[in-house]
């Protein structure tokens, strides 16, 4: 337990001088937080990166330059024992919004002068007092649709600011029981099982089982948000299931928990083709990696609220199409 509230507090320091650095002082803010030899991993474009310096030149400096100053706004906060290493590793993970105006381009996309929230998330792994292990998730493509640019086939779920957890309770800044976060995780993972034993499918009785009837579901851009059994089924999973074709599931880097609440991520999660339709793709035999992260809020024996990110920009690269190109033009 004091090693989750000491990697929490290593954390919100490293994300404290982060969100204080200028443009030019982003990497001398990082240093004393991250480890020299840090693994970073990205979203499309910005993929694998390694050290503070070259993240900073990479992610954090065009950003600011782009839409700063920026203001993190948290939703969740919590950190845990990595089951898939036998709850060895230490991660801290926090999901919110990073909001400032959009007023300078951004890898190639055209700025839209307003207002913008770009969502994230971010997995760290801490050891000796040093994050070593980053995984950064951002949706571009919810970042574009603020401004009416929006994937040509149409999203299938709800386009809009994703909410925090409807209990208001994601900040789990202090102490929480590890009893309850070994429940949320063990939930979770038999949740995953179930899952790809469907071949991501999620059949009636795979819902009842793991999932609460007024369950929410805020998925990515270019998919966006669906709620309850019927919705979620016309949202997302049916679209889903009906344009892609399983292939495989790869392990995930890390899965923890705490308190009610807990998550994932993979790089890749698994491979997809498509079968014509999801996102306007054409059928085609590209097989076609996703990096996803889900978190989730338990409530009881069941799975309440899930927060989907989705690398699509590199799932669609992958098939040959550029999605940020097309959708980059000022609106």
């Known amino acids: 337990m004091a090693d989750n509230q000491d990697a929490k507090a290593l954390v919100r320091s490293a994300n404290a001088a982060i969100d204080a650095a ?4 982003v990497s001398a803010a990082m240093t004393p937080h991250f480890a020299a030899n840090l693994a970073w991993r990205g979203m499309y474009p910005f993929h694998e990166q390694i050290g503070p310096e070259r993240v900073a030149d990479v992610f954090w400096r065009p950003l600011k330059q782009a839409m700063g100053p920026l ?22 993970v926090e999901m919110g919004h990073l909001m400032g105006t959009w007023d300078q381009s951004w890898i190639g996309l055209a700025p ?21 292990e980053t995984a950064c998730y951002v949706d571009i493509l919810n970042l574009l649709a603020q401004s009416g640019r929006h994937p040509s086939a149409g999203t299938t779920g709800s386009v809009l600011l994703t909410p925090g957890p409807a209990t208001h309770d994601g900040l789990l800044y202090d102490a929480h029981s590890e009893t ?3 429940a949320s995780v063990g939930l979770i993972s038999d949740m995953v099982t179930d899952l790809r034993a469907n071949k991501v499918g999620s059949p009636e009785d795979h819902m009842t089982r793991f999932w609460t009837p007024n369950m929410c579901w805020f998925g990515p851009g270019g998919i966006g948000a669906s709620a309850f059994f019927d919705g979620y089924r016309r949202g997302h999973s049916g679209p889903f299931e009906e344009g892609l074709e399983y292939v495989r599931h790869t392990e995930h880097v890390a899965r923890l928990g705490e308190g009610n609440y807990g998550g994932f991520f993979g790089y890749p999660s698994l491979s997809l083709r498509s079968k014509g339709g999801f996102l306007g793709l054409p059928p085609g035999e590209v097989e076609a990696d996703m990096r996803i992260v889900d978190l989730y809020r338990r409530d009881g024996e069941k799975l309440a609220e899930n927060w989907i990110f989705i690398d699509i920009p590199h799932f669609m690269a992958m098939q040959g199409v ?9 609106s």
């Open 71 to 92: 203001q993190r706004r948290p939703d969740i906060f919590f950190a845990g024992r990595n089951e898939l290493d036998g709850f060895s590793s230490v991660w801290v």
């Open 322 to 330: 550029d999605i940020l190109a097309e959708l980059g033009r000022e």
């Open 22 to 25: 200028g443009t030019e002082s």
């Open 112 to 132: 839209s002068h307003k207002l913008s929230f770009l969502r994230y998330c971010e997995f760290h792994r801490i050891e000796k007092e040093k994050i070593v």
């Open 180 to 182: 309850e976060g070994r």
